[in-house]
Antibody, heavy 120, light 107 residues
Framework: QVHLQESGPGLVKPSETLSLTCSVSGGPVSGYYWSWIRQPPGKGLEWIGY???????NYNPSLRSRVSMSVDTSNNKFSLNLSSVTAADTAIYYC??????????????WGQGTLVSVSS | DIQMTQSPSSLSTSVGDTVNITCRARQYISDRLNWYHQAPGKAPKLLIFAASTLQSGVPSRFSGSGSGTYFTLTISSLQPEDFATYYCQQSYTTPYTFGQGTILEIK
């Protein structure tokens, strides 16, 4: 069974870059699309973007100017960078696998999430 | 972006009851609609994909229906572990978007 684990700093200063890594175990990074999704405390879910194992990406236009993702198939992990953060970026950040089901795509496997707070 | 609207926002109900949660898309999304369950402090868990197909391992008391712009999640014979927040999500086009969530509370 595939397991995802987010890692990275829990506190980032305003205007700096938030960097997170998702380590994948129990299955390959290759062959799949991998997403980042965030959830401000007590609020709903926001899709940040995805990266394919080949490195192609698709970002939410609302964050596109500040987001970059990368993938490391050798070490079975992928990463998120979000630049110029503000307090509005404080959230639980989840990594998730996008699975193709017939004609549909859904997030079938999620990490436990990691809380990132933006504060000086 | 495709806006997804769930109703109700919260629902107070009892173990053994049957509940319906609806999700409306602002535009046509075919059957590209997924449902997730999120227990407090936990990550979301996929329940239903393609509007009506149960994810492996999900109890049969969960069912989904709908297509186009209107969708329903039905939970029959509510169990204690079902009291959580439910989200719909469209995968018709990016950016993928979620409903605002429906909180299911014990009466």
């Amino acid at each position: 069974q595939v397991h995802l684990q987010e890692s990275g700093p829990g506190l980032v200063k305003p205007s700096e870059t938030l960097s997170l890594t998702c380590s994948v175990s129990g299955g390959p990074v290759s062959g799949y699309y991998w997403s980042w999704i965030r959830q401000p405390p007590g609020k709903g879910l926001e899709w940040i973007g995805y990266i394919y194992y080949t490195g192609s990406t698709n970002y939410n236009p609302s964050l596109r100017s500040r987001v970059s993702m990368s993938v490391d198939t050798s070490n079975n992990k992928f990463s998120l960078n979000l630049s110029s953060v503000t307090a509005a970026d404080t959230a639980i950040y989840y990594c998730a696998r996008r699975q193709r089901f017939y004609s549909d795509d859904a997030f079938d496997t999620w990490g436990q999430g990691t809380l990132v707070s933006v504060s000086s | 972006d495709i806006q997804m609207t769930q109703s109700p926002s919260s629902l107070s109900t009892s173990v053994g009851d049957t509940v319906n949660i609806t999700c409306r898309a602002r535009q046509y999304i075919s059957d590209r609609l997924n449902w997730y369950h999120q227990a407090p402090g936990k990550a979301p868990k996929l329940l239903i994909f393609a509007a009506s197909t149960l994810q492996s391992g999900v109890p049969s008391r969960f069912s989904g229906s709908g297509s186009g712009t209107y969708f329903t999640l039905t939970i029959s014979s509510l169990q204690p572990e079902d009291f959580a927040t439910y989200y719909c999500q469209q995968s018709y086009t990016t950016p993928y978007t979620f409903g605002q969530g429906t909180i299911l509370e014990i009466k």
